[in-house]
């Protein structure tokens, strides 16, 4: 059977035109999270150097003593800036919940990566179909199932076997 046909679409090639949607609709979404991962990696980056700024206000010699009136900028792309002040009133920056934040993406963009393919991988004759039928709890458990009839049935059957043939040798 051709996956663009079956016997419900009598013929309309359902199937082909809700792969493509599918597709579109995946390709869309990971076009922008991939967007997304890149403005995060870019505030990531401008925080980092934001908190090196912060840290290295009060190192001394061997390092220049940071004048604690120069000014410092943290952008934010929501607000405009999280913060516009002078290095010695400048307040420190969560970084941990960018760096959620950036996971977060990286998971989105790999999954919207594994999506991309779904509509073939999953359908009868796909990969992943096809590995799902020859894997899955169920397949096995059936297996092991149908294993132990076939063994039942051959100790009862052999048995049975046994003494017919030796009441017909007799008889």
Not at 71 to 86: H, K, R
Not at 97 to 105: A, K, P, Q, T
Request: charged share 25%; proline share 4%.
């Amino acid at each position: 059977m051709v996956l663009d046909e079956c016997e419900m679409c009598h013929g309309l090639r359902c199937h082909a035109m809700l792969k493509r949607n599918m597709n579109t609709c995946v390709q869309n979404r990971l076009k922008d999270m991939r967007v997304e991962l890149q403005r995060v990696q870019r505030h990531l980056h401008k925080a980092y150097w934001y908190q090196f700024e912060l840290t290295c206000k009060n190192w001394k010699e061997p390092w220049h003593e940071s004048l604690l009136d120069s000014q410092i900028a943290m952008p934010n792309n929501v607000l405009g800036y999280w913060f516009i002040g002078s290095i010695g009133d400048a307040p420190k920056l969560p970084v941990a919940i960018l760096e959620i934040e950036l996971r977060e993406c990286r998971r989105a963009v790999a999954a919207l990566e594994e999506a991309s393919t779904a509509a073939t991988d999953w359908a009868p004759g796909g990969q992943k179909y096809e590995r799902l039928l020859r894997s899955s709890t169920m397949v096995e458990l059936y297996d092991s199932w149908h294993t132990k009839s076939k063994q039942e049935v051959v100790k009862h059957v052999a048995p049975a076997a046994n003494t017919s043939s030796s009441s017909t040798v007799l008889g």
